[in-house]
């Protein structure tokens, strides 16, 4: 029981670090209807921006750096959606959804080879939050990844009390409803695509800051990262917050438990991401729409 | 208040939807627009809130241009619209739905000023009751006040309703029909689409007929009615000029 329960916590965790980078991927593409396919990606420069944040500012905290790292990605996604997105909002590209792709994948390309380039392939390791294990009740969990999961929660949290209850929140779910209706009643929703794109890419850079001192950076890091939210958005059904949150604490406690109870302890962690996609493909059967997927009207 | 159209012309591929339109007017009025289907007048009401970009032609409202200009844009000039089919937000709350555009253009004011005014708002429009509901869950008719009620959160001057009578229960269309009239009473002017000829020709005091993107009549609904385009427009009869 006890193994079990500790395999819940660690999926639970993980989950809730996993819905912080689904998230951004759900805001950018109900907002701006752009599957970013560098998400993975900013996921990785969260992790080196924290790495080297740390190892030029010795005397910085880490919990500190993985925030100021979340803030430049989402600099770096700011000027990347004024300068390549902006003109699909503004009708100026003739294919829009090929062109979207295209940049998204080259941004990626591009940011992978400029960390090969920069960092080399070595795997860096930022400096640890908090080194040992933490006693929960009966459960012993990571510290560091118990830190790690409480600023998710925490961030998460914010997060949906900003969407919901201030002004920009209810701006950014007037354009993801409607961009047009939003315009006519005064919303800039170029101003919004740009604000749910640089959102978007920090969450994903603060997940990858958080989860580098315990999985290390390297430049093709994004890889998994970004499939398994494809997985987690899908699942909870395309442009939905509550799904992807609850998808994504799915896939964490899927993962952990495949992982903790597959016959073979050699190779159990190699089918880690497959544990997620059985869930997948069955909540897909029967719910096509994911779990909180809506008919468009 | 000033608003004048100068020579608009918008076409679509090999269509021309607006042929050199003019129009202007100045204090407030209720200006109906009216014509066959297809003869431009969402193109013009879509041309005019900044949907759609003029090819030529200019648009002035209180002495500044609007054409060229975003929807957002024009909505801070003081130019409002609704929707033929209601676009109100169907995922939030009534109360949301009217907070959005004030909090959008007025943020200074806080959102409790402006839930206070939103609660005058339903008051006025009866619907108070449903203020924690989601805009999905009403009717069509509830929608397009809604909407109406949206516009009434800001400092419209000039609105422009496409079609708000339409598919709505004759109960409602009496309770739209009576909210225009007093807002026309607090200096609000009104350019409407209808296909409703009695509403329309009721509560307009100048109709102004469209036809293949030209203006086919213009002047006071009584003369209008009985103009003789007007009349071979509506049954389809190709006009000859005199």
């Not at chain 1, 040992?132 to 949290?157: F, K």
């Not at chain 2, 609704?82 to 253009?105: D, I, K, S, Y």
Request: net charge neutral; with cysteine; aromatic share 8%.
């Amino acid at each position: 029981m006890q193994y079990f329960l500790s395999l819940c916590a660690t999926g639970l965790v993980m989950g809730v670090i996993y819905a912080l980078m689904a998230l951004g991927l759900t805001l950018i593409f109900s907002i701006l209807k752009v599957v970013n396919f560098a998400h993975g990606e900013f996921y990785m420069l969260g992790g080196y921006a924290s790495y080297f944040l740390l190892s030029t500012f010795t005397g910085l905290h880490p919990l500190l750096a993985v925030f100021i790292s979340g803030l430049i990605v989402g600099a770096i996604g700011l000027v990347f959606e004024l300068i390549f997105l902006r003109p699909i909002h503004k009708g100026q590209i003739e294919r829009p959804s090929e062109y979207a792709v295209l940049v998204t994948v080259g941004l990626s390309l591009f940011l992978m080879n400029l960390s090969l380039a920069i960092a080399g392939p070595i795997p860096r390791r930022p400096a640890s939050f908090l080194a040992g294990t933490v006693q929960l009740g009966t459960v012993n969990i990571s510290a560091e990844r118990l830190i790690a999961g409480v600023c998710s929660l925490i961030l998460l949290g914010l997060l949906l009390l900003i969407i919901n209850k201030t002004w920009i929140g209810k701006a950014l779910r007037a354009v993801s409803q409607d961009k047009d209706a939003a315009s006519i009643v005064g919303i800039n929703p170029l101003a919004i695509n740009t604000i749910a794109f640089a959102v978007g890419a920090g969450l994903a850079a603060i997940a990858g800051a958080l989860l580098a001192p315990i999985f290390s950076v390297t430049p093709d890091i994004g890889a998994t990262p970004s499939i398994r939210s494809y997985i987690i958005i899908v699942l909870g059904g395309m442009g939905s917050i509550p799904g992807s949150i609850l998808g994504a604490i799915l896939i964490g406690l899927v993962e952990s438990l495949g992982t903790g109870y597959f016959p073979d302890p050699t190779r159990a962690l190699n089918y880690k991401m497959v544990y997620g996609l059985v869930i997948f493909a069955i909540v897909l059967l029967f719910r096509p729409r994911g779990l909180f997927g809506r008919k468009e009207t | 208040m000033e608003f004048e159209i100068s020579n608009l012309k918008k076409h679509f591929g090999g269509i021309q939807a607006l042929n050199g339109v003019s129009l202007s007017f100045s204090g407030h009025q209720i200006i109906g627009l009216i014509g066959p289907n297809g003869s431009g007048k969402s193109t013009l009401v879509n041309t005019i809130g900044g949907i759609h970009e003029p090819d030529s032609g200019t648009i002035t409202f209180n002495g500044k241009r609007i054409d060229h200009l975003k929807p957002n844009q024009v909505m801070q000039h003081g130019v409002g619209r609704t929707f033929q089919v209601t676009r109100a937000f169907r995922r939030m709350t009534v109360m949301e739905n009217l907070l959005v555009p004030a909090l959008a253009l007025y943020p200074e004011k806080g959102r409790k000023t402006w839930e206070a005014r939103g609660r005058e708002v339903l008051d006025f429009l009866t619907m108070d009751h449903l203020r924690d509901d989601y805009a999905r869950s009403l009717s069509g008719g509830q929608q397009k006040l809604l909407e109406l009620g949206q516009l009434m959160m800001t400092d419209t001057q000039l609105l422009l309703l496409d079609e708000p009578f339409a598919g709505v229960h004759p109960k409602l269309m009496e309770s739209i029909f009576e909210y225009i009239k007093v807002l026309y009473g607090q200096g609000k002017a009104f350019l409407i689409i209808s296909h409703d000829m009695n509403s329309i020709f009721t509560l307009s005091h100048r109709l102004v007929v469209l036809n293949y993107g030209d203006i086919i009549a213009d002047g006071d609904p009584q003369v209008v009615k009985y103009d003789e385009k007007v009349i071979q427009a509506y049954l389809g009869e190709e006009v000859e000029d005199a």
